[in-house]
């Protein structure tokens, strides 16, 4: 049968028009009038973090001493190579993951089980629960004083008085065991955050689930380890990423408490740039080191991000 005489019922498929392939200008009208009360805070979130990081890139391509003010030259990649050549910035990363990964995960612990004492029924569970949070609403900086000043000191602190039975009466924490001080006031002041987060996945999870472990037979820690922990996995997640940003950027703990001493052994990233760029005036090496820091944890961040995205993802799959 020839084309002339086919049926009106076979004609050829239309091919698809160009408001198939594209939205129509309406469309896009309509989509920019939804964006557009949106645009101010993005011009000027674009316009307070990204122009000073370009900035700092412009100044870590030169080098630049404050002290000596014809100084300014462009040396390139200089900067890069001599942050990744030197050792007391070495040493600093080395003691910003120590304290951020022992901080985060000491905290993540003790907020585990404080939540899951806080899940429970008792007598007062809502003035514990306010009483708990307090130690995250204290400034850093009021934290670390109180730290150094009343916990720690070797002579009047309240640590060393309770440990005194085991040859603790004189030891002196900030100065012989600094960066372990700096972690003890952080673990302090992020326990509770991380027992917020921990006790809200509590709060949602289906007793449906948990009667059904019981009517099973499990125990209480067969029932922990393969019911209630993979429906924490997202919100422990959550809290380690948050927690591990924050920490990360530690500076006043440590500004108040060793001053990153003795010499360089409880200095952080942060506190190290500071340094060099306060304290030695060097803004080409500074700049290229904050650059190195802020591409890293962005780095770090987006994996976390994609993790828990992930994660997120699959309990929507299970559920539907």
Not at 44 to 73: G, K
Not at 213 to 218: E, L, N, S
């Amino acid at each position: 049968m020839s084309a002339a005489t086919a049926p009106e019922s076979e004609e050829a498929p239309a091919r698809p028009t160009r408001e198939g392939r594209r939205p129509s200008r309406a469309a896009r009208r309509e989509g920019w009038v939804r964006r557009a009360p949106l645009l101010p805070a993005l011009v000027f979130m674009l316009v307070v973090t990204q122009l000073p990081f370009l900035a700092t890139i412009v100044y870590s391509l030169r080098s630049w001493n404050l002290l000596r003010p014809d100084s300014q030259a462009w040396v390139g990649l200089a900067n890069y190579a001599a942050v990744f050549t030197d050792r007391q910035f070495l040493g600093a990363a080395a003691n910003t993951v120590l304290i951020t990964a022992s901080c985060v995960i000491v905290a993540m612990l003790l907020g585990i089980g404080l939540a899951l004492l806080l899940d429970r029924e008792f007598w007062g569970r809502g003035v514990v629960r306010t009483l708990i949070i307090t130690p995250f609403l204290i400034l850093p900086v009021a934290t670390a004083l109180l730290w150094k000043h009343i916990m720690l000191e070797p002579v009047f602190g309240l640590l060393n008085f309770v440990l005194a039975p085991f040859g603790f009466a004189d030891f002196d924490w900030v100065s012989q065991a600094p960066v372990l001080s700096v972690v003890i006031a952080l673990v302090w002041q992020w326990t509770p955050f991380m027992a917020l987060l921990v006790l809200a996945g509590l709060q949602s999870q289906s007793a449906d689930v948990l009667e059904a472990g019981q009517v099973d037979g499990a125990s209480k820690w067969q029932m922990f380890v393969w019911i209630t922990l993979p429906h924490l996995r997202r919100y422990i997640e959550l809290g380690v990423l948050l927690g591990s940003i924050y920490v990360v950027n530690t500076f006043d703990t440590i500004y108040m408490m060793t001053q990153g001493g003795p010499g360089t052994d409880s200095s952080n990233l942060p506190f190290y740039i500071y340094q060099r760029t306060f304290l030695g005036f060097d803004i080409g090496q500074s700049a290229a080191m904050g650059v190195v820091v802020v591409v890293g944890t962005i780095l770090v961040a987006l994996l976390a991000l994609r993790l828990i995205f992930r994660t997120f993802m699959d309990a929507q799959e299970a559920r539907s």
